[in-house]
């Protein structure tokens, strides 16, 4: 089982980036995946989430309206389109799946890619 996160880089605030979580070794139809982000010095949070039957979504509070989560399953893609983006939001960036439907919490999770550093600055 393997997650790479990529995409990240530097942007000015109010910019966009997407990120991609590749996938393999498992089914995409089996396991929820979600991004997680965890800056200097804070712990690690969950960003959104999607399911892994209906496409139910989950998403945290500061990053609704900004931020959209969706996944390829042909491609073995889950990808985070970020919007508006703000310094807070500068953090390393990884995706996780979850054999759970949906989850929102670090616990949650079964297995972890390595991250991608997204700062945010002008």
């Known amino acids: 089982v393997q997650l790479q996160a990529s995409g990240g880089g530097l942007v000015q605030p109010g910019g966009s980036l997407t990120l991609s979580c590749s996938t393999s070794?498992?089914?995409?139809?089996?396991?929820?995946i979600g991004w997680f982000r965890q800056a200097p010095g804070k712990e690690r949070e969950g960003v959104s989430c999607i399911s892994s039957r209906d496409g139910g979504t989950y998403y945290k509070d500061s990053v609704k309206g900004r931020f959209t989560i969706a996944r390829d399953n042909a491609k073995n893609t889950v990808y985070l389109q970020m919007n508006n983006l703000k310094p807070e939001d500068s953090a390393i960036y990884s995706c996780?799946?979850?054999?759970?439907?949906?989850?929102?919490?670090?616990?949650?999770?079964?297995?972890w890619g390595q991250g991608t550093q997204v700062t945010v600055s002008s």
């Open positions: 996780a799946a979850s054999g759970k439907v949906l989850a929102t919490k670090v616990n949650d999770y079964d297995y």
């Open positions: 070794g498992f089914s995409l139809d089996y396991y929820a």
